[in-house]
């Protein structure tokens, strides 16, 4: 059951501009949402979470939107530097430990 | 610590065979999870142990998959009689039971590289 989506397979940003990496869900019952970024040959990395009763949380160059009317999140990358290539996952908690995840969304950053 | 170790990094195996896989988790976490990994998919979870107790097993892919956690340490993950569609990439998480600020509260899992298998 894919309560998690993830509908766009790719983004391709230039350096310095701003990415936007968007996830969709389905259960209202969520009660955290994280993403996490994979480099290939490597097990995902935690990024950044944000609580179901929170509508933003920044670290640094990364920011999470929360928009649980629309049961919509999205990653705001500011700026986009090439080593931020990689494919992000989307998840999201159950009962804060069942963790179901999104299909993933490779970003490239071109120089 | 060095994180979650996961061996071996890639299986290659016939049809048929028996395969098992080691995780070794951070050592301080006491929950410990499997997920498995197909192409163009995200992580599909599959058990979860809290120590040596399984929590949660109901959605390991079948009765050819089992888990084992048996000191509460490392863990083993065994697929047998193998098939061509058991071919995935075998990932492992650990967590602690404390979360704090810098999480926003959530159990944040951290994985191991993963351990690649190809059924022949």
């Known amino acids: 059951d894919q309560q998690v989506k993830q509908n766009s397979p790719s983004l391709s940003v230039q350096e310095g501009r701003i990415s936007i990496l968007n996830c969709d869900y389905t259960?209202?019952?969520?009660?955290?949402f994280l993403w996490y970024k994979k480099y290939p040959a490597e097990g995902p990395t935690f990024l950044i979470s944000?609580?179901?009763?929170?509508d933003k949380n920044e670290d640094g160059r990364f920011t999470v939107f929360l928009n649980k009317s629309a049961k919509h999140l999205s990653l705001h990358i500011v700026p986009s530097q090439p080593g931020d290539s990689a494919v992000y996952f989307c998840?999201?908690?159950?009962?804060?430990?069942?963790?179901?995840f999104g299909a993933g969304t490779r970003l490239t950053v071109k120089p | 610590d060095t994180g979650v170790s996961q061996d071996p990094r890639h299986k290659i195996t016939k049809r048929g065979q028996n395969v098992t896989f080691r995780c070794d988790p951070i050592?301080?976490?006491?929950?410990l999870y499997w997920y498995r990994q197909t192409l163009g998919q995200g992580p599909e979870f599959l058990t979860y142990?809290?120590?040596?107790?399984?929590?949660?097993k109901s959605r390991l892919l079948s009765d050819r998959f089992s888990a084992e956690r048996p000191k509460g340490s490392f863990s083993t993950l065994e697929i047998q009689r193998t098939e061509q569609g058991d071919s995935a990439m075998y990932l492992c998480?650990?967590?602690?039971?404390?979360?704090?600020?810098?999480?926003?509260?959530?159990?944040?899992?951290?994985f191991g590289a993963g351990s690649r298998l190809t059924v022949l």
């Open positions: 998840a999201a908690l159950f009962n804060n430990n069942d963790m179901r």
């Open positions: 259960n209202s019952m969520f009660d955290y």
């Open positions: 998480a650990s967590s602690s039971p404390k979360t704090d600020t810098t999480t926003s509260g959530a159990n944040v899992l951290t």
């Open positions: 944000i609580s179901s009763i929170k």
């Open positions: 050592s301080e976490h006491n929950r």
């Open positions: 142990f809290q120590n040596e107790a399984q929590l949660e």
